[in-house]
């Protein structure tokens, strides 16, 4: 029977370049698997359904709580987002670590229902760096870049709380410090 798979907590603030340093570990890591959240907010441009999340109605998201097949889940910018719990179990007890990119809220239950879990945190270089991004990405009106700015600066209060933060001021040096990160943890539990 394999080691049990690592379970890794990934949460930042919106606009701290998450996604693209994801895409980078899983495109050059096949040991690693990223959990796929659920999500009641519509898609954005580019992203497709069961990729990058499960975009479901509000009442299928409140179905799945009242089963009991959410790891965890919160509601944030009044949508929610949840991490469903069949394949995170799937693949640890597989041996494979999973990385959940989930927010604070989401990443803070997850660290209390699995003790074991690993918590990584990014950070932008600067809020500075952090208001040209959000803006940057043409998708959000002045309110909600303001919106996501502030919960931003919220949000990164809660970086102690985390095993690790990542400066991402370079993708590939962050994706580095993410698999040093990963194997000093599967040498610990070794």
């Known amino acids: ?12 603030p919106s606009g701290t370049g998450k996604d693209t340093v994801l895409d980078v570990l899983l495109r050059e890591t ?3 698997k990223k959990s796929v959240s659920a999500t009641t907010r519509a898609p954005r441009e580019g992203e497709r359904d ?8 509000r009442d299928q998201f409140l179905s799945l709580i009242e089963r009991g097949e959410m790891l965890e889940y919160a509601e944030y910018v009044g949508n929610f987002y949840g991490t469903p719990l069949g394949p995170v179990r799937e693949w640890t007890e597989k041996g494979i670590d ?9 990443g803070a239950i997850v660290r209390e229902k699995c003790p074991d879990s690993i918590g990584i945190f990014i950070l932008p270089p ?25 919960t931003a600066v919220e949000e990164m209060k809660c970086a102690d ?18 698999r040093t990160i990963l194997a000093e943890e599967k040498a610990k539990r070794g």
């Open 30 to 32: 096949d040991t690693v």
């Open 98 to 106: 999973v990385i959940l990119k989930i927010e604070v809220q989401g």
């Open 161 to 178: 709380a985390y095993d690790y933060t990542v400066v991402n001021d370079n993708v590939e040096r962050a994706v580095q410090e993410i």
């Open 126 to 150: 600067s809020v500075e760096e952090l208001e040209r991004r959000l803006r940057g990405r043409g998708t959000d009106d002045e309110a909600a870049v303001q919106k996501r700015l502030a």
């Open 50 to 57: 069961g990729v990058d999340y499960h975009f479901i109605s």
């Open 1 to 12: 029977m394999p080691d049990k798979g690592l379970l890794i907590v990934f949460s930042g």
